[in-house]
């Protein structure tokens, strides 16, 4: 598989050796939700909005946010468009869903995605990207590899549902 990387706390990256970008790390054949429930493994927000009140969109992400969990939301829950959840969310909010985001992002298909919703707020403002600025490296690292990851193994739905300079811009600005 390659170099061995041990990054603490009982995760351990491989640097892919048969890649000819030598700066990706990969987590080999992994379950990408699961990692991401570890890695994103933060208290449940009391609220998810920041205004919860502010308008009927934002009582409607709200609602939808306290009925779920990252196991549970489902794509329909999740929304698209701009009314997405993901637009609406809190850092925090956000960052609680991610896991989900990830397995609604894998589960994608021809015909139904999340990918141009998560990797749109993934890059939303560039490098002052509230989400980007609140993670820790482990969870910008584990970000950047999961986006190379979809991009080596999703290219023909990034193809239908975004724009490869999309998913590149959303690479480079994740690479730590």
Not at 97 to 110: T, W
Not at 136 to 162: C, D, G, H, S
Request: hydrophobic share 40%.
């Amino acid at each position: 598989m390659g170099e061995e990387l041990d990054i603490g706390q009982g995760v351990v990256l491989y640097r892919d050796t048969l890649s000819l970008n030598k700066n990706v790390i990969r987590y080999g054949t992994m379950d990408y939700f699961s990692e991401a429930k570890g890695i994103f493994n933060i208290p449940r927000p009391k609220t998810f909005v920041d205004t919860p009140n502010h308008c009927p969109e934002c009582q409607e992400v709200e609602a939808k946010a306290q009925r779920n969990t990252p196991d549970t939301l489902t794509l329909e829950e999740a929304g698209d468009g701009w009314a997405d959840l993901s637009s609406f969310l809190s850092t925090k909010g956000f960052l609680y869903y991610i896991p989900a985001f990830i397995r609604l992002c894998i589960a994608s298909n021809e015909e139904s995605c999340y990918i141009d919703n998560l990797f749109f707020s993934l890059i939303y403002e560039d490098e002052n990207n509230r989400i980007l600025q609140a993670c820790t490296q482990e969870q910008k690292l584990f970000m950047y590899n999961f986006m190379v990851w979809y991009k080596e193994n999703e290219a023909e739905l990034i193809e239908i549902w975004l724009s490869t300079e999309d998913v590149e811009k959303a690479i480079e600005l994740w690479s730590v």
